[in-house]
């Protein structure tokens, strides 16, 4: 961008004032400021596609590289492909047997605490199973002086 002083803008308003004239000025400087606003929207919008187009040059050259560095893996590396996860049921993949408990197998979400006691029945089981909840016994219930009488009588004639 020109390097512009404030000489240089006073020579500029001076040049435009004798040229345009003081009643044109207002609308002269609107159109100019329309056209500043035009070339910077373009300039923008240049900018923006200049970028876009490198991000994806730069994509395509990140996505070029792994992909040799995945096939020079795959070569150094032939037999060692990814193998299966373990059946969730606490057995061991090769021999089909229950894991042993303290050589790294993993609880699963649904097995109890160690030393956690017998597993809570299910809510069909519950359901189901006759209730051996012992209620406590009611409370005795003492005549209130306002529950032995009885309310008051309203009389007929109240309305009118």
Do not use: Y
């Amino acid at each position: 961008m020109p390097d512009i002083g404030a000489a240089e803008l006073l020579v500029i308003a001076i040049v435009a004032i004798l040229v345009i004239g003081p009643k044109d000025m207002p609308m002269a400087l609107r159109t100019a400021g329309r056209w500043m606003g035009q070339v910077r929207r373009m300039s923008n919008h240049f900018r923006s596609g200049i970028d876009a187009m490198i991000r994806e040059a730069e994509m395509e050259d990140m996505e070029k590289k792994w992909k040799e560095r995945n096939a020079q893996i795959m070569q150094d590396h032939p037999g060692d492909e990814m193998t299966p996860l373990p059946p969730s049921d606490g057995q061991d993949a090769a021999t089909q047997e229950p894991a042993p408990e303290g050589d790294g197998a993993f609880p699963q979400h649904d097995d109890p605490a160690p030393n956690a006691g017998p597993a809570p029945a299910s809510a069909e089981a519950r359901a189901s199973a006759p209730s051996t909840k012992v209620e406590p016994p009611e409370e005795p219930q003492l005549p209130l002086a306002d529950d032995a009488a009885p309310p008051p009588a309203k009389p007929e004639n109240a309305g009118d």
